[in-house]
């Protein structure tokens, strides 16, 4: 018997891992693919508590939290690891009709968003991004979870550990798991596709993120530029459509001109773990198991939160 069996090994549930490991709990990661592999990997990383949330919902109370805890979680992250991680505070430039962007400022100021009101919509000062595949090459260096990839997990008997987490992201409600011989209901959760398309540009050419609606763009230190994303309810079907990634690219490009005429080094697609009512991140009531999962658009902005609140309460 490991002390703590984590379903699922991308950015969350590595998250964890690392958290309990510092408290010295040993863990095993089992993922039904490679580490990371899925939407972790995929995500563009923008870290946009303001360009996300203009209502008052769980929400943008966790991402606020989320965002402050941000600087100190990568930097403790890459301290024990020794991985360089990419992470900037450009501010993001968010294009909305200006009484759109008055309401927004009023509401997101009252919540500690830095926000501030510009000819062309909003600014916001504390908006940023952050490089996935630089945090999970951290993570899965520091994490010591014994990781089992490719290993499916079909039925887990919760009794058999110390603790369970479920992190398998928009995978989560598919395994079965048992506490004591009784199921244990899992909060339903299903995959929303999203496109992304990826250009090598001059690195600096970008500034802060931009932004309208869900169409956004941002460059990360090597240059590489990402514009995103659609929603797709598509099931898990992973085709990756040049025609949209076209569309993606003209959205893109109202934004930032200089994509007008630029070709996609890379077209891309991942799955958002949607819940309605994510994201979950609790103990299920009665049981040893975890819930880390429905993040939906922002699960690597609340990967530090999220770790941090499931870890804690689990060492306890
Ligand atoms: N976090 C942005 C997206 O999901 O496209």
């Not at 984590?6 to 998250?15: E, F, N, R, Y």
């Not at 993120?209 to 869900?214: K, P």
């Amino acid at each position: 018997m490991t002390d703590v069996l984590i379903a699922g090994a991308g950015l969350i549930g590595a998250s964890i891992a690392w958290r309990l490991s510092q408290a010295g709990i040993r863990v095993t990661m089992c993922d039904a693919g490679s580490f990371g592999g899925e939407c972790s990997s995929a995500g563009a990383g923008m870290l946009s508590p303001g360009g996300e949330f203009d209502k008052p919902s769980v929400w943008i109370d966790l991402a606020v939290e989320g965002m402050r805890m941000y600087p100190a979680f990568v930097d403790e992250l890459a301290r024990e690891s020794g991985v360089a991680i990419d992470f900037q505070l450009t501010g993001c430039h968010h294009f909305v009709e200006p009484d759109v962007a008055r309401r927004r400022a009023e509401f997101q100021a009252s919540k500690g968003i830095r926000v501030e009101l510009t000819d062309r919509g909003l600014f916001y000062h504390d908006d940023g991004f952050v490089d996935p595949t630089d945090m999970l090459r951290a993570l899965r260096r520091v994490s010591r979870a014994e990781l089992r990839e490719n290993c499916a997990l079909t039925e887990i008997e919760a009794s058999d550990h110390r603790a369970v987490v479920i992190a398998a992201g928009a995978w989560s409600n598919r395994l079965r798991v048992k506490y004591r011989g009784t199921p244990v209901a899992l909060p339903e959760v299903k995959p929303v596709k999203g496109h992304l398309a990826g250009f090598q540009m001059q690195p600096g050419s970008l500034g802060p993120m931009l932004r309208r609606g869900h169409s956004y763009v941002l460059q990360r230190s090597n240059g590489f530029l990402i514009a995103g994303a659609t929603e797709e309810d598509a099931g898990f079907e992973r085709a990756v459509s040049e025609s949209t990634c076209a569309e993606i690219q003209r959205h893109a490009a109202e934004l930032f001109p200089a994509l007008e005429k630029a070709t996609p080094c890379r077209r891309w697609i991942g799955f958002r773990p949607f819940s309605p009512d994510g994201p979950h991140i609790r103990q299920v009531e009665g049981t040893n198991v975890w819930l880390a999962y429905g993040h939906f658009r922002n699960g690597i902005l609340l990967a530090p939160l999220t770790s941090h609140r499931v870890a804690r309460e689990i060492a306890r």
